[in-house]
């Protein structure tokens, strides 16, 4: 997963009010923020940081921190708390398979491989043999722990989809469960009327401040004139320009893409700073926190799923279906325990996940 290329940016930078400007050293063994603004030349857009957090090869929290998704990792996810997401994928999977006759599936950002364990097991001796796996993944801490869940047997790992589609001849369907939040976000302020984009600067005090710079290119298809003075929204462009980069190679197939988000401006409501937010041994981390320390935990924003629609249409894919977790559960699987539930109830974790299919045009 990639963050997005420069910006030619235009007006003054306009540094947030009192009580938002902050001074902050880490006292710990990771490189401090002072010290890494310093490697960007002093100032950098806050999805940059947000990259170097989660991805940089030397103390990004996916490429050296995270050992364990689950209960004794940083954050759960639906897949490491019951196997029932697995199964309904497997049902899923046999009715667009039978429908398109694809016998290609690939899971992109795979976690610990539990999910994919559960729909194989799901699927059974005779499905697994009509059907063959494909994981991207791009952390190697994660890659060895899912061929450690998994063994090879019909499975192939790739560092990216297009490579994963060239092997299964670019027919396939494709799946991801909590990836788009995963990738780095641009975060936008309304300021004057419009969206100004934050920065984080290094003063000459030694001071880092984070400042709203003008102009650029908002990808959000929030309006700014939606929102009061001061709201802030969180945009995943990244996954947008990831989108743009493989998806020529994705000849037929469907994609289903599960996340934890909202439409549009209703993902904001009461949340005047935005959704953007850490995990640190399952801590929630907000605010000048989410800056001490990087690389130490998961920095993540809620998915604005009006974004993944148009970006959709914009990369040549057709919309298919948008709907809760718990109304796809209830579709493809039954539950069989109190956890089973807890996944389908429409006012927790079944009302949080939205899951969107969409194929190509």
């Known amino acids: 997963m990639g963050g997005k290329g420069g910006h030619g940016w235009g007006g003054p930078a306009l540094v947030r009010d009192l009580g938002l400007i902050f001074f902050m050293e880490a006292a710990v063994s990771y490189p401090s923020l002072r010290a890494w603004l310093e490697g960007e030349g002093g100032a950098a857009p806050f999805w940059r940081f947000m990259e170097a957090?989660?991805?940089?090869?030397?103390?990004?929290?996916?490429?050296?921190?995270?050992?364990?998704?689950?209960?004794?990792?940083?954050?759960?996810?639906?897949?490491?708390?019951?196997?029932?997401?697995?199964?309904a994928i497997a049902a899923w999977m046999e009715a667009e398979g039978a429908a398109g006759g694809c016998r290609e599936v690939i899971e992109i950002g795979p976690g610990s491989g539990q999910l994919h364990l559960a729909l194989r097991q799901a699927l059974g001796w005779r499905g697994r043999w009509h059907w063959r796996s494909h994981l991207v993944e791009r952390s190697e801490v994660l890659g060895r722990a899912q061929r450690a869940a998994l063994g090879r047997g019909r499975a192939q790992w790739h560092r990216d989809p297009a490579e994963a589609l060239a092997a299964a001849g670019g027919r396939a369907l494709i799946f991801s469960n909590e990836l788009v939040d995963a990738f780095p976000a641009t975060?936008?302020?309304?300021?004057?009327?419009?969206?100004?984009?934050?920065?984080?600067e290094l003063e000459g005090s030694g001071r880092v401040v984070e400042v709203l710079r003008a102009g650029g290119d908002c990808g959000t298809s929030l309006a700014a004139g939606d929102?009061?003075?001061?709201?802030?929204?969180?945009?995943?462009?990244?996954?947008?320009?990831?989108l743009k980069g493989w998806r020529p190679q994705w000849l037929g197939g469907t994609m289903l893409t599960i996340d934890y988000g909202e439409l549009g401006k209703r993902l904001y409501e009461r949340r005047l700073g935005g959704s953007l937010r850490g995990y640190r041994r399952h801590e929630r981390v907000e605010g000048v926190a989410l800056y001490q320390d990087p690389g130490s935990a998961d920095v993540t924003?809620?998915?604005n799923f009006s974004?993944?629609?148009k970006w959709g249409v914009a990369a040549g894919l057709r919309n298919v279906a948008l709907?809760?977790?718990?109304?796809?559960?209830?579709?493809?699987?039954?539950?069989?325990?109190?956890?089973?539930a807890r996944l389908a109830d429409p006012a927790g974790v079944g009302g949080a996940f939205l899951c969107l299919q969409q194929r190509p045009a």
């Open 323 to 340: 709907e809760s977790q718990g109304d796809f559960l209830s579709r493809y699987s039954r539950g069989r325990s109190e956890v089973d």
């Open 307 to 309: 974004d993944l629609l």
């Open 227 to 242: 929102f009061v003075e001061g709201q802030r929204v969180e945009c995943h462009e990244g996954y947008r320009d990831w």
């Open 187 to 200: 975060l936008w302020q309304r300021q004057d009327g419009e969206w100004q984009e934050v920065w984080l």
């Open 53 to 87: 957090a989660l991805y940089d090869p030397g103390f990004g929290y996916y490429a050296r921190r995270i050992r364990e998704v689950g209960a004794r990792g940083d954050f759960a996810t639906s897949a490491s708390l019951s196997p029932r997401l697995g199964r």
């Open 301 to 303: 924003a809620d998915v």
